[in-house]
């Protein structure tokens, strides 16, 4: 699960699409090296994400439901971490197919960071989450893959808008 904020790679979804389509169709991005799976789509004008799939670190009893501990906000301690909004507010860069001026929440940390997309084709997307500058931070690769090939953490409801 470590990194998982770097999932708003997903927000790749669609990279060149976004810029001028009303609406993106949800797509998965997977992380191969950490094993979790994010939901990109079109919020509000701007590129989100949601936590859709992870492998869990260690074994816990049957039931157990990771949840979002770290939050700054104690009353956001209990929200479970499937279905968390981990991305948001991207625009389509200057560059076709890149994002920036986007949000990265980190759940392992509790810490929100500033990152950018770059598209490298297709079906791969490089994403680099950062605090202040781009020079102090950590780039991931993200690979997009077909909807019934994400597999799904247990349903969680999502906020209205979500």
Not at 20 to 35: C, R, T, V
Not at 109 to 135: E, F, H, M, P
Request: some cysteine; proline content about 7%.
């Amino acid at each position: 699960m470590r990194t998982v904020f770097f999932c708003l790679a997903v927000l790749t979804a669609s990279l060149s699409r976004m810029a001028g389509a009303a609406e993106i169709p949800p797509e998965f991005w997977k992380n191969d090296a950490q094993g979790w799976v994010v939901e990109a789509k079109e919020c509000g004008g701007t590129l989100c994400a949601y936590l859709v799939s992870y492998k869990m670190v260690h074994e816990h009893p049957p039931g157990y439901v990771p949840l979002d501990e770290k939050n700054p906000d104690p009353a956001r301690r209990s929200v479970p971490l499937c279905g968390l909004q981990l991305i948001g507010g991207f625009k389509p860069a200057k560059r076709a197919g890149d994002w920036d001026s986007g949000w990265v929440y980190d759940p392992d940390s509790g810490r929100t960071y500033s990152g950018t997309i770059t598209q490298i084709d297709d079906k791969t997307a490089k994403l680099r989450a950062y605090i202040g500058i781009s020079l102090i931070g950590k780039t991931l690769m993200l690979r997009r893959i077909a909807d019934d090939a994400a597999p799904m953490c247990a349903a969680v409801a999502r906020a209205p808008g979500q």
